[in-house]
C-alpha cells in the first residue's frame, strides 16, 4: 500500500513536469512564430511605396492618417468600413516629416523596454 503511494506520486509529479514541458514548448513555438510573421510582414512593407506618416485617434474606430503614397502625401480618415481621402498635402506643409532614417529607426529598433521608459518620463510623480 505504501509502495503504490509512493509509486503514484512519483507518476504524478513526472506527468506536471511533462505537462509543463509541452506547455513550455508550445510557448516557445509561438514566440518564435510571431517573430518570424512580424519579420516578413516588416520585410514586406519595408519595401512598398506606402508608408504612414502620423497617425491620429480620434475614437476606436475612427483615425485621421498622413500618408506618404510615392511623393505626395495624402490626409485620409479610415472608419470601421469606409477610407476617405481628405486632403492632399505638400511636403512643405507638414510641420514635421520624419526622415526615412527616422521612419526606419522609430519602427524596428524600439522595443517595449524603450516605449515603457518614454511613457513613465511622460506620467507625472506624486
Do not use: H
Not at 512564430?33 to 497617425?55: D, F, H, L, P
Request: hydrophobic fraction near 45%; charge should be positive.
Amino acid at each position: 500500500m505504501i509502495i503504490m503511494n509512493a509509486f503514484s506520486k512519483w507518476e504524478n509529479f513526472f506527468q506536471l513536469i511533462g505537462v509543463l514541458l509541452v506547455f513550455l514548448f508550445v510557448l516557445a513555438i509561438t514566440y518564435f512564430t510571431t517573430r518570424w510573421i512580424a519579420q516578413y510582414q516588416q520585410g514586406v512593407m519595408k519595401s512598398r511605396n506606402i508608408q504612414v506618416v502620423e497617425a491620429f485617434r480620434v475614437n476606436n474606430t475612427k483615425f485621421i492618417q498622413i500618408m506618404r503614397v510615392g511623393t505626395k502625401y495624402l490626409v485620409i480618415s479610415v472608419c470601421k468600413d469606409t477610407i476617405n481621402v481628405l486632403a492632399e498635402l505638400t511636403e512643405e506643409e507638414l510641420t514635421w516629416k520624419p526622415s526615412e532614417e527616422e521612419f526606419q529607426e522609430s519602427r524596428m529598433n524600439e522595443n517595449f523596454q524603450e516605449i515603457l521608459d518614454k511613457l513613465k518620463k511622460k506620467i507625472p510623480r506624486k
